[in-house]
């Protein structure tokens, strides 16, 4: 069963990454063989092998990037960073990976950079959702919490299908304390029902409660 949902959620998320990578629509043969051997996309072991593919074929983007967030989930942000900077010295309109220098530096409590990396993303597109559902949770680690609701509405109404978005502006409606309105966009990511909305809903159900205290 757990493996079923972390083979939906990666598809799912291969599908996001290569809408944004148009040049990179599907993960290479061998780069798939390797996601095929493991269950869990963040342990060790998975960076082991995959930071060794990666040296063997550093062109292949979509490795590396996953290589990136597997670090980062491993809160490794340091060589998260420099496989991040790889891609964007290949090629800097790699819009994606200025969010994820951004969410490494939101991470480091460096928020006025991760700010600057945001900014970044909206010169090449001012209508980027991710860009506003990244600032979001800045400005919600940094308790500002006003600026955080502005963002969050920018970004649902840019697309209010978006899962990142419903879940950014609940999330943002949470810490203004505008309980209605949450739990309505929490109901509707509940009626999506994928494995990457029902991770949505898992994350915020256990800030809501209090069980994950995400920015305290």
Known sequence: MGKEINDAAL???LERISS????????SEDF???LSQHENYQSEVF??????YVNQKPDDTLARYYLADALYELKEYEDSEKQIVKILENDPAFNDGYLFLAAIYRERHDYDRALEYCQKSLAQNIENI???TTMTRIELKRHQDEDALNMAIKAYELDDH??????????????????KERDELLAKLNEINTA???????????????TDPWRD
């Open 32 to 34: 798939q063989a390797i």
């Open 196 to 210: 990457y909305s029902n991770e949505k809903v898992q994350f915020l159900t256990s800030v809501f409660d209090g």
């Open 130 to 132: 991710y860009a506003y």
């Open 162 to 179: 978006d899962i990142e978005a419903i879940s950014n502006l609940s999330l943002a409606y949470h810490y203004n304390n505008f309980a």
């Open 47 to 52: 960076v082991g092998q995959l930071d060794r």
């Open 20 to 27: 944004i990578i148009d040049k990179y629509h599907f993960p």
């Open 11 to 13: 598809y799912e998320e």
